[in-house]
């Protein structure tokens, strides 16, 4: 399964990096530091699934999100988020994230959901 990352923290992406590299199953096509580079990341490699943050600088998150689902409807995001609050997770679903989850999960459950989200 082809991953893409959005997260401007750069010590989070590296962590995920080698998260997906070490799981074997996931094969990581890039990674983003900003909204714009996250939109352009998704359309120059069309990745399965994206693990997106949403509070990013250039574009948030949600609006990458939106964008996503407009131009890429087959591209299944999992929103990868430090905000745990309900409000948030229900407009993350409402602008067509297939799975939401709260920074600090373990990470053998950011991998299965990841796979999830492939047959989503």
């Not at 709260?102 to 459950?109: C, I, L, M």
Request: proline share 3%.
């Amino acid at each position: 399964m082809r991953v893409a990352i959005a997260d401007d923290n750069e010590g989070v992406r590296t962590l995920l990096e080698v998260l997906i590299e070490l799981d074997g199953r996931l094969e990581l096509v890039g990674t983003a530091s900003d909204g714009r580079e996250a939109l352009d990341l998704v359309a120059a490699t069309r990745p399965e699934a994206i693990l997106l943050d949403l509070s990013m600088p250039v574009v948030d998150g949600l609006q990458v999100l939106r964008a996503i689902r407009q131009s890429q409807p087959e591209v299944q995001v999992v929103v990868y988020s430090g905000f745990a609050g309900a409000d948030v997770r229900t407009a993350a679903f409402e602008a067509g994230a297939v799975d939401y989850l709260v920074k600090g999960v373990e990470p053998d459950v950011i991998i299965e959901r990841l796979l999830a989200a492939a047959t989503a």
